[in-house]
């Protein structure tokens, strides 16, 4: 090809991924822009349908693009040369964009499916992005300012009349009245009076699931605090159903252990540096994540571990706790993140392969979480210096993941892994923990298993290692190999006695199916003794009981979507009637 025309075709392509990302952008946007009409008529169903086809969208969006460009470039669609000339052509067409990020991710993930590159290439990747930093961006734009001057109750009113929904306020003073107590009470609690000087709210509401939340900080003097008022929808009209007020509740319903927000912000840029402000102490890749770019989320955790690994020096080792039988589990000790390699075969008696395991691991992406599926990240190809891996390490991948870890030359290279936010593993929390430390997590330990419940999930293996705290104190699990929807499991009592076999005198037995899940033998897995088990029953001893598997399973397949807030019952409001339906 002569040079011109090599350029041109570079611009070409170029130009056809940056209409496939403009294509994303445009039908991530008109997805997310359903949400408040879904919420509005308590189209629940409709929501979760929007959810799963915006999670599917970056793909089906960049497959037919790929497919564009092998009829473009032919045989060039495998040459690097005629990549790195897209990529010169590509950096001038986004300069200037305010969504020049997410459009440079979306060039990489082209770039990846096409080379599957070992590491990162400059050469046909954005490595490290030109994005000036998040702080330089005005997230400013993006939120409104209200004087506390005149009384909280006056500022929340107008706060929540700025927020118009289609199907109105049930009743908005009464909910500004309410809210305003709570929130004075909190703010006498934490700064010594009531009030503050000013609240900034963001104008677009985020939603997910049944819920839709206005996201802002409070300011007093020098100090400040973020807010959140919780919305929902219980009768047709929109109802505050609780006040929040500090950064690990904000966290809380942040927390990578959710589905996506569905938030119209016109700048994703500009909203996660608003979100940074009030949640300091999460990842950015974390917060693009919670408002549906997690593509990007991905690129910036990776950038964020790159440059962890240059300014550390600590090597890779075991993750604490116990190992798996289907995963093995190492973590850097100065950087919260666990990395997990399938193994090659599975110990006795797992059943299951490879190809089920990540279906089961890609299931959860696709699935509402609930607050307690920890979120997963997958990637390929990835290489770290040999020197970072301890020896033990080292070589069980290679003996136990030969078919996905190699080493070439001096690096590590692991061609296919999840990363997921370490937490503590319940089993050595309870070892080491406090007892009303321990209490507590026993009980949340129920809670989790209840609130997956409620999202149709059962987690199929109930002991302790596979449970972890976050550092909220909240449980999650996070082994997803045997985890099945409880519409699909047949709970069942244990025979007693005399249905057995009717042999007489030998073992009982009887037939059990596949799907069989006993609730009854639910404490011999979960391995819990003493003032543990104790507590666990007190309060959830329904769980060991076939009735309440089978009550849920009835209005799950009735089509009843659950509730499950990401909030302690003490911030919701004293409505005089249940304000969740
Ligand atoms: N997110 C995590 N944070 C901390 N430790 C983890 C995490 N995920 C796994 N582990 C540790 O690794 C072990 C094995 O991981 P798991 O996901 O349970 O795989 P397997 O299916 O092989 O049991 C766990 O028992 C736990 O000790
Ligand atoms: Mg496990």
């Known amino acids: 090809m002569s040079p011109p025309a090599y350029a041109a075709v570079a611009l070409e392509g170029a130009r056809t991924i940056l209409h496939a990302h403009e294509e994303y952008a445009r039908v991530f946007a008109e997805i997310t822009r359903r949400a408040p009409g879904r919420f509005s008529s308590r189209d629940w169903h409709g929501m979760r349908a929007d959810a799963l086809e915006r999670l599917e969208l970056y793909r089906k969006v960049l497959d037919p693009a790929l497919a564009s460009l092998e009829t473009l ?3 060039g669609l495998c040459d690097k040369a005629v990549w790195s000339a897209m990529k010169t052509a590509y950096a001038g067409l986004v300069a200037g964009r305010p969504d020049i990020e997410l459009a440079e991710t979306f060039f990489n993930s082209a770039s990846r499916r096409i080379f599957h590159t070992v590491g990162v290439d400059p050469c046909v990747e954005f490595v490290a992005s030109e994005v000036p930093s998040l702080s330089l961006r005005s997230a400013r734009v993006l939120a409104e300012t209200y004087s506390g001057a005149q009384g909280t109750a006056a500022a929340l009113w107008r706060i ?9 306020w049930e009743d908005l003073a009464r909910d500004a009245g309410l809210a305003a107590e709570k929130l004075d009470a909190y703010l006498t609690e934490l700064w010594g009076a009531p009030g503050f000087d000013t609240a900034q709210v963001v104008r677009p509401v985020f939603f997910r699931n049944k819920g839709a939340y206005l996201v802002g900080r409070l300011r007093r003097g020098q100090k400040t605090m973020p807010f959140l008022l919780a919305l929902v929808n219980p009768r047709g009209k929109v109802v505050v159903d609780a006040v929040l007020a500090d950064e690990d ?7 990578f252990t959710r589905s996506y927000f569905h938030v119209d912000a016109g700048n994703a840029a500009a909203l996660v540096a608003f979100l ?3 949640m300091p102490k999460k990842p ?4 693009y994540t919670a408002v549906g ?3 990007h989320g991905k690129t910036e955790l990776y950038r964020d571990l790159l440059r962890h690994l240059a300014a550390s020096d600590d090597p890779f080792v075991f993750a604490p706790g116990e190992a798996g039988m289907v995963m093995i589990v190492f973590t850097l000790p100065s950087y919260d993140v666990v990395f997990k390699v399938i193994r090659d075969v599975f110990a006795y008696p797992k059943t299951t392969g490879r190809q089920d395991v990540l279906d089961k691991y890609r299931l959860v992406f696709r699935h509402g979480r609930a607050g307690r599926l920890v979120d997963v990240q997958e990637f390929e190809h990835l290489s770290f210096p040999i020197s970072r891996f301890t020896p033990p390490l080292l070589e069980k991948l290679l003996a136990g993941a030969a078919g996905t870890v190699e080493v070439v030359g001096d690096e590590v290279v692991l061609h296919h892994l999840f990363t997921e936010r370490r937490l503590t593993p319940l089993n050595l929390f309870l070892r080491d923990a406090p007892r009303p430390a321990a209490r507590r997590a026993i009980l949340d330990f129920g809670e989790a298993i209840r609130d997956l419940a409620k999202c149709n999930i059962f987690p199929g293996d109930l002991l302790l290692k596979n449970f972890g705290l976050t550092r909220h104190g909240r449980v999650v699990f996070y082994d997803y190999d045997e985890l099945c929807f409880v519409t699909d499991c047949n709970f069942r009592e244990l025979p007693s006695g005399d249905e057995d076999d009717g042999g007489g005198g030998g073992e009982a037995t009887f037939y059990v199916g596949e799907n069989d899940v006993f609730p009854e033998e639910f404490e011999t897995f979960m391995g819990l003794r003493g003032e543990a088990r104790t507590a666990f029953h007190e309060r959830h001893e329904e769980l060991f009981r076939p009735r309440f598997w089978l009550e849920i399973q009835r209005r799950q397949r009735e089509g009843e979507i659950l509730d499950v807030f990401p909030y302690p019952e003490s911030r919701r409001l004293p409505h005089p009637e249940p304000a969740t339906a």
């Open 73 to 75: 470039l032919g045989p």
């Open 160 to 168: 929540l009349a700025a927020h118009p929904f289609p199907s109105g």
């Open 249 to 255: 509740e904000a966290s809380i319903v942040f927390s």
């Open 276 to 278: 940074k402000t009030i």
């Open 284 to 287: 950015v890749g974390e917060l």
């Open 293 to 295: 770019f997690n593509k």
